[in-house]
């Protein structure tokens, strides 16, 4: 356990000054991704496995340490990859990052976790109890609990490392895709409400069933 606890340790702190190098200060903001697209475009072709590489660390580094800035950074992936190589980087690093928050969550922040987040831990443990990976996937599709939040409460569950990865995985890829999309218009883009403007409505059409699906399953996970 305690060798867990080290290595997750030495994980986290090679990502906070990763992240520190990767992003100067005011990197993460709309107006910087906008004014700085056709050169980060240009590096992007010059370079394309060394971007790559660079954005899924990233990335990463966000989601496991729950720093603001993952919706940007997806739209720059679409700005910079396109839908389908942006939808494998962005889907693998939002789920390790994710994973190793909740392996934060279990291995070194447990008690904490389970202090602070007393009230909403009663219905995630029985919904896991009950039904992990349905449960899971409904947090995941609807947005009853903030992405940094479901990481620390299922840490604190019984729900095991793999079966959270693909879940994770799966639910959180609609939303993925829709950013994708809209960041390939990333420099038309002039705030983070333009994502639902007109010119954007069609990348909401791959979410067409969702409201349906996140219906059913908050009926069926959430009302018994």
Known sequence: MNSRKYLLAGILVLFIAGLMWLTPPGFLTLDTLRRNHALLVDWQRQWPLLCATLYFMLYTAVAALSVPGAALLT???????????????????????????????RYLLRDWVSHRFSRQMM??????????????????????????VVNLLAGVTSISVRRYWWVSQLGMLPATLVYLNAGRQLGHLTSMRDIISPAMLAAFALLGLLPLASRWLATRFFQE
Request: hydrophobic share 55%.
């Open 75 to 105: 739209l720059l992936g679409g700005a910079l990859f396109g839908l389908w190589q942006g939808t494998l980087l962005v889907s693998f690093a939002s789920t390790l990052g994710a994973t190793l928050a909740m392996l934060t969550s």
């Open 123 to 148: 219905p995630v443990n029985r919904g896991i109890a009950r039904n992990g990976v349905g449960y899971l996937f409904a947090l995941r599709l609807m947005p009853l609990f903030p992405f940094v």
